[in-house]
């Protein structure tokens, strides 16, 4: 019988050998040319380096997976491994990297497993912002945020080899190492946030064994889902730093005598029709994609969370009036309305998230009428009523927070349909001003050259992609730890 | 523990010293980095710009410019032309993205409606640009240059009441593999001739059906006087037959067209033409087009261009504006008062003139219709009059309005009352219900052109070469049946012609003639058209309308050369509209010096 640690690992390092795999032969196809037919040699020597990883992280798989490997017991051969499979971040494969780690480590707390993706956010917003040394020239600011990003990365990577000593360390040290993981998470890290709550719970007597019942602790057993708070993380973080790490003059400012070149090292993605650079463009579009995705749903979770509650507790009449008049905002197909908001008053971002949010209401509102009627019936309820309890507290203090929970993963799936509304209407031009690099407007001017310089296109559709499919990974990962079923 | 210190501590001093590489990377190009700063600019004031989704590229590039000479600029960016209209007449915006064609290829199109006072498009008042173009209307093409060279240093140089940007190329594409290439002509203004296109295989003009594409499936009327737009151009062009046509530079010549040749009078006040005898109406029976054996005569050339002039005679006029300059058309009658008439550039008399090159020399001139007979010696002469002396009322004779359409017909069907016209009861001639598959058809149309439309859908119309037009000439149309697709969106119309749905492609964007030219089966053609892209400013009630010196500042902001970079090389510069007409010497060169000038005269005036 093998240690529920023990098949956690076997099931991290499984998940991660198939994506190693793809991942290298990612790079075998990048580095063909097809017209003629030959290699392209620097892609060919990443995937060779690929190759040689994923043979050895293949071994490890066959190492861990025969029936009498333990995680808690020592294990030369699996050491070593591990040790050789961690380098594989310098060639860009952190897939490797994740599972030397897991493998590496006898114990896997929950604010170890957070740990190594806050530490994998770092190095992705370092290597991606190191990537403006290439350019003309860099930000003002941009060795100050170099360096302050590698001296978090320094003291992410310190907690994440010596976290599991936590609990010897004094109290006052304790204090401020989650002091300064708490505002470490201030340039976009929100996974210190994650990391800093589980250290301080792992720290609290008693805590150590017991079953994990959270959602923060049970989303570290679903690796698609971290993959995607990953991105969704390195987004925001690369959002936040990118306003003083990246140059704005070669996202928006034309330049007519770099006009659509090839990608090359100072323009990663190659530049458009107006000579501007789309990597620098994709990364500034994040920001926009990001904040309107998050406010178009939070904005409808908020309103329509309220109505639906107020409908479904005080039912009758108030019910009525309320959920017809949703019913006739939800007869209004959503994209249309949104069309015709834009149309009416302009394309602006605030008009954008106004009006995809009104088309959302109804559908949050409806939810959470559902959530309110079902908690509304449970005894809790009923025994504050006969205390006394006027509804507002009620409703406040034991319905609503009973009743959050599928909002949430409704929230985090919808955000997905939030960030390809955006940009749909941004191509049909009724989303933000051209000029905005937003990622549908971005694709919107790749799509005019899809013949000729097809790189124009396909990035900024990836990043839209890859955006989308993080939100939905976690969002089916929410989903899940909160389902007693799968449980 | 001490070794895992030991290790750690090495990964970060890797790391740190990573960053110093970093650096020096940065202080080496922090040095030589300010290119794109512009020492001398200042702050300057807020403009709105409004343009329409098509103008995308034009409006970044503008407020690309305008920013990195200090303006503010905000973008009014809207989605249609609609709405994009209601906004200009609303006087939402500084400066307007705007784009003029002049269809009939004479200069006086080019600028009469868009600046003299009160102009159909004008928002402009200014004597002495009224004066100019008024003056110029009465000279011909060897005295005119001065005037308008003086009229386009009024309008741009001193006062700046446009901003231009550039004159485009004018671009079609074509299936070589299927239509002959010497078959397809170019036109700088006119549109698209269908009858001298054929095959490559001749025997397939008589089975095949050749395939022409328009944007619009709307069509506004079929009726040559009630409209004038993009829907129409093509097929009213190709279905009724003019006095004069325009060559492909833009001359005005008789070749194709209703008359043997035409002749301007001593004054420049009265026109000759000789017609041809040998055009026939045609109409549709049982969707084929059948000869009616109606000969397009003086009569109908009198009624169609009383008509064209006559703003009352339809509801909806769309052109009597361009026709305004006719005064009277009539049928010369006697033959000797040709004689004595002197040509307007002296080379001799009408007649000799008229008579030029004709198989059989003018005899008699008739007046019915029935006693034509051009092989006898027995001719029809038209003779216009216009207003004042206005040599460039030909332009106008060749422009789609001034087709001929037939006086019987149009009488048969136009029974309506003007005055109680009601559109919803009523189908005038020409209105697309009445070619339009289902219940309403009821073909009524009379081509005097090399076409006629049988039917139309949303999806395409079909056309049949006119049986009895110019039957034992050249001009005749080669192949005997044409469809025009209607494709609304650029993109699927080249996809279309590379998939060879369709074989002719008219208007190309610039940054598809690539992926034609790499086509083995295709080929572009393209020449400088009369398109020019300007913008105009607000001239009521903003700083921009009080300020010339703020609009010349905002003119010389302009960079031409950057636009056509944008454009991949494929745009002609432009100083005006008259720009592709006439060659004034004028150009436009960005100076940022005079931008800041300018800017500081408009500080100090204010």
Known sequence: MKSYQTRQTVNQVRFNNGLTWAWSALFLLLSIQWQPVSLKMPLFYMFIAQFVFSILHQTLLKSVSVKGYHSEKKNKKVKLLSIILLFGIFSGNIFTFISGLVTLKKSKSTAFIYSIYMVLVDVLVISVTAMNVFKPFVAESFLTIMYVLISLLLFHSFILVFGDKWHGWHNNIKRIVLVLLALSSLIGNVLTLFVAVSLYKEGIAGQKGKRKTSIREKLVRNQAALLGLLFITFLITISVTSNFSFSQSFSESNNYNIILQEPSLIYPFGTDNFGRDVFSRIIFGAQISLSVGLLSTVIPLMIGGTLGAISAYYGSRTDNIIMRLLDVLYAIPGMLLAITIVAAFGASTTNLIIALSLGAIPSYARTMRANVLQVVNYEYVEAAHALGQGNWWIIRKHVVPNALAPMIVRATLTIGIAVISTSSLSYLGLGVEAHVPEWGNILRIGSKYLETNPYLAIYPGLAIILLVLSFNFLGDGIRDANDPHVN | ?606
Not at chain 2, 571 to 589: F, M, Q, R, V
């Open chain 2, 1 to 606: 523990m001490n070794k895992k210190i030991l290790s750690f501590i090495m990964a970060s001093s890797a790391l740190v010293l990573g960053a110093c590489s970093v650096q020096t990377e940065d202080e080496v190009n922090d040095s030589g980095t300010d290119t794109n700063q512009n020492v001398e600019t200042t702050e300057k004031v807020s403009l709105e710009i409004l343009g329409m989704g098509s103008n995308e590229t034009d409006m970044n590039i503008v407020r690309d410019q305008l920013i990195k000479h200090g303006f503010d600029v905000e973008l009014n960016t809207q989605p249609d032309y609609a709405s994009y209209n209601s906004q200009k007449e609303a006087g939402n915006y500084d400066l307007v993205m705007n784009s003029w064609t002049t269809v009939t290829g004479n200069p006086d199109y080019a600028v009469r409606s868009l600046f003299i006072t009160d102009g159909d498009y004008s928002t402009i008042s200014n004597d002495e640009v009224d004066r100019l173009i008024n003056e110029a209307a009465l000279e011909t093409p060897d005295n005119y240059v001065d005037t308008y060279t003086e009229l386009e240093d009024t309008l741009v140089t001193e006062n700046a009441y446009i901003v231009p940007l550039y004159n485009s190329l004018k671009a079609q594409a074509f299936n070589n593999n299927l239509l002959d290439s010497e078959s397809i002509r170019l036109s700088k203004s006119r549109a698209f001739a269908w009858e001298p296109v054929s095959f490559v295989d001749e025997a397939m003009n008589e089975t095949e059906t050749v395939m022409y594409t328009q944007t619009i499936s709307d069509l506004t009327s079929l009726d040559p006087i009630k409209a004038n737009d993009g829907s129409i151009n093509q097929l009213n062009t190709n279905m009724y037959v003019r006095l004069v046509n325009l060559s492909d530079d833009d001359q005005v010549v008789s070749d194709g067209s209703l008359s043997y040749n035409y002749a301007i009078a001593e004054g420049n006040e009265e026109y000759y033409f000789v017609l041809r005898d040998d055009i026939n109406f045609a109409k549709v029976e049982n969707d084929e087009a059948v000869d009616t054996g109606e000969m397009v005569s003086g009569q109908d050339v009198i009624y169609s261009l009383n008509r064209a002039k006559n703003p009352d005679s339809v509801p909806d006029h769309r052109t009597f504006s361009l026709h305004e300059h006719i005064d009277e058309v009539s049928l010369v009658e006697d033959l000797s008062e040709l004689e004595d008439i002197n040509l307007s550039d002296g080379s001799g008399n009408m007649l000799d003139a008229l008579g030029k090159d004709l198989d059989s020399p003018i005899e008699t001139l008739v007046e019915e219709a029935d006693d034509v007979d051009n092989a006898a010696g027995d001719y029809q002469v038209v003779k216009l009059t216009t207003t004042e002396p206005f040599p460039q009322v030909l332009n106008y004779l060749g422009h789609q309005s001034a087709g001929i359409v037939s006086q019987k017909q149009l009488e048969a069907v136009n029974t309506y009352d003007i005055d109680s016209f009601d559109l919803n009861e009523d189908v005038p001639y020409g209105d697309q219900r009445a070619v339009t598959e289902g219940d309403s058809y009821d073909n009524h149309l009379y081509a005097s052109g090399p076409y006629i439309m049988l039917k139309k859908n949303d999806y395409e119309a079909t056309f049949q070469r006119n049986p009895g037009y110019m039957t034992n000439s050249d001009h005749s149309a080669n192949i005997k049946n044409a469809s025009v697709r209607f494709i609304s969106d650029e993109d699927s119309a080249l996809s279309a012609l590379r998939a060879e749905e369709i074989h002719f492609l008219y208007g190309l964007n610039e940054t598809k003639y690539d992926i034609v030219e790499e086509e083995d089966n295709l080929e572009l053609q393209s020449m400088p058209s009369n398109g020019v892209s300007y913008m105009g400013f607000n001239m009521d009630d903003r700083e921009v309308s009080e300020s010339k010196d703020l609009r010349k500042s905002i003119l010389y902001a302009i960079s031409q050369e950057e636009i056509n970079s944008a454009y991949e090389g494929n745009k002609l510069k432009a100083y005006s509209t008259l720009s592709p007409l006439i060659d004034t010497g004028n150009e436009l060169t960005a100076d940022p010096q005079k931008v800041e000038d300018f800017y500081e005269a408009y500080l100090e005036n204010q």
